[in-house]
């Protein structure tokens, strides 16, 4: 059975893949534009956090300027596509690939270790909660405004504009619409969330590291699915939500099966899992939809 | 007052494939006229709506909408100014987002975008006012996803949503051609009513001869990326779809003694 430290802990790094799904969200879903930056911009975002707390800045200082530099990958990536023509997933590709060396001349060594500095979560320690909740506690509320200012965001002149965007650029032009900024800006608000996600990553787990990033959009995209299965995202807010609780689900998922001693899965597993279980929220809401028609079919 | 000079515009230079769609393209249209095109498929029809529309840039010419040269701005920034209504039902509406989203978008056609939330409450009223004139009981559905929709209906929808702020031209491109008859004949009375209505400038690209001569006011043929033959007024009142056919045939004629000349 899982202990209550490794509950809270998968719970808290669900909230904050809770954040990369969003960023997913944005950009799979209301854009239509397949970016893979995500695993670059992740950390970019725990290199410039990290690098701008231990240079004794404020660390909410140093995760806004991690959705900034999230922000202006975002941009880039975009830019190519946009400006230059080249197609969205190479574009994302080509961003990814530049961000792995620019996060090393960041960070100037593979990793930086955070253990003893001053992070957002300081502060919060001083609170009567157990050691493992505090964290979850920050993140929730992080999650939370997220969740809020992205929805108020999508229902705006502006947000709706992006929507159209992505659901048929032809008409939204027709309405007047710069789908290239648009598409600029969606991307940039995405990554900026993964630098903010990669920033609290690398507060949360004491210290950063150039490839932290690996796999973390197949992880957002896990949440982002899985939760659209449990959450049917018929309006923003659902799509929203179900972006949180996949992530969580996801995160607590992965926690059992590494913890079910009666599989024996190791540390190490964690990609396969993580391949399987992506593979799964793909196929399942599939299968079971046509289980549902077979089913029907049959009574009729 | 809507003016288009010597449109050229060659798709595929330099191609095997280059096709010369606008050759000298010239149409003035005076404010509050309804003109329908019609043309044989490659006359340039589509090609010149889009121009207008700003979809495609011309290659030399100009275009001038109400004394302001938009010849070289991309679609989003005519977008003021040009109202379109395109072929394809669907194309015309977003199906995932709802009725009154779709309305607020249109709302704001041209202007600029800010941060406060697209459906406004102030807006409401008028999205069931003129929803309820379409006599689709649509004013009852505004939250509804545009995807519930027919096909006629989101093109009734989409006729609204080019109406329903000020334009300077309206572009009808075949706007009927993909409904069932019952439902064209509706759209298109939908659109004679909105036009007279609001005294708007429209163009209107048609495949039917009928049409062409029994909505608007006014008459164009294009072959081969020109004007051929333009009529207006009590000449137009008397012509019928043989004697446009007619023309048709004469043109097409002279399509045949071309190659034969060639060919010899």
Not at chain 1, 169 to 178: E, L, P, V, Y
Not at chain 1, 212 to 228: D, K, N, P, T
Not at chain 1, 274 to 296: F, G, N, Y
Not at chain 2, 154 to 169: D, E, G, Y
Request: some cysteine.
């Amino acid at each position: 059975m899982l202990s209550e430290i490794a509950f809270y802990g998968a719970v808290e790094t669900g909230l904050i893949y809770g954040l990369v799904a969003f960023a997913i969200y944005i950009s799979f879903r209301v854009l239509d534009f397949p970016d893979l930056t995500v695993d670059g911009s992740f950390p970019l975002g725990a290199a410039v956090a990290g690098v701008m707390i231990i240079n004794g800045w404020n660390p909410w200082l140093a995760t806004a300027g991690a959705i900034m530099a999230g922000m202006a990958a975002g941009a880039v990536t975009a830019i190519l596509n946009v400006k230059l023509k080249i197609l969205n997933l190479l574009a994302s590709i080509l961003t990814m690939l530049a961000l792995y060396s620019i996060n090393l001349r960041i960070m100037g060594r593979p990793n930086i270790a955070l253990l003893n500095e001053e992070t957002v979560l300081s502060p919060w320690y001083d609170l009567d909660l157990a050691y493992h909740q505090v964290p979850v506690l920050l993140f929730s509320i992080v999650a939370f405004v997220s969740l809020i200012l992205l929805w108020r965001f999508m229902k705006s002149e502006t947000g709706l504009a992006m929507r159209a965007t992505g659901a048929n650029a032809r008409m939204a032009r027709a309405q007047g619409i710069a789908t290239g900024a648009m598409i600029i800006l969606g991307v940039a608000v995405s990554n900026g969330l993964v630098g903010l996600a990669g920033a609290l990553f690398a507060q949360s787990q004491g210290a950063a590291d150039v490839t932290m990033g690996v796999g973390v959009i197949v992880v957002g995209l896990a949440s982002l699915i899985g939760g659209e299965a449990v959450i049917t995202p018929t309006t923003v807010w659902r799509a929203l939500l179900a972006c949180i609780v996949g992530a969580i689900i996801y995160r607590l998922a992965i926690a059992f099966a590494l913890n079910a001693d009666a599989l024996g899965l190791k540390a190490q597993d964690l990609n396969l899992i993580t391949a399987v279980l992506v593979t799964l929220a793909i196929v399942l809401p599939d299968a079971r939809s046509s289980l549902v028609s077979k089913l029907t079919r049959k009574k009729a | 007052m809507i003016r288009a000079t010597d449109l050229r515009l060659t798709f595929g230079k330099g191609t095997p494939l280059e096709n010369p769609a606008l050759r000298g393209m010239s149409l003035t249209m005076a404010q509050g006229e309804f003109v329908t095109v019609i043309g044989s498929n490659g006359a340039g029809k589509s090609t010149f709506l889009n121009a207008l529309a700003g979809e495609v840039l011309v290659d030399s010419g100009q275009i001038v909408v109400d004394n302001v040269d938009v010849t070289k701005l991309p679609t989003h920034k005519r977008a003021a100014r040009v109202a379109r209504v395109f072929q394809d039902p669907l194309a015309g509406t977003c199906e995932g987002l709802s009725i009154e989203e779709n309305l607020a978008l249109a709302i704001k056609r041209g202007q600029p975008r800010g941060l406060t939330s697209a459906v406004k409450k102030q807006y409401l009223g008028r999205f069931q006012e003129s929803l309820s004139s379409l006599g689709l009981g649509l004013e009852n559905r505004l939250t509804d996803k545009m995807g519930l929709l027919s096909g006629g209906q989101r093109q009734a929808v989409s006729l609204l949503m080019a109406s329903l702020t000020p334009s300077s031209i309206l572009l009808l491109d075949e706007h009927t051609a993909a409904l069932d008859p019952k439902t064209a004949a509706f759209v298109l009375r939908l659109t004679t009513q909105i036009i007279e209505k609001q005294k708007l400038t429209a163009l209107m690209v048609t495949h039917s001869m009928k049409q062409a001569l029994e909505v608007g006011t006014r008459t164009v043929m294009l072959h081969q990326g020109k004007v051929a033959y333009d009529i207006t007024g009590d000449e137009r009142k008397g012509l019928e779809v043989k004697d446009l056919l007619a023309l048709f045939e004469q043109q097409r004629g002279l399509e045949i003694d071309d190659d034969s000349l060639l060919l010899s």
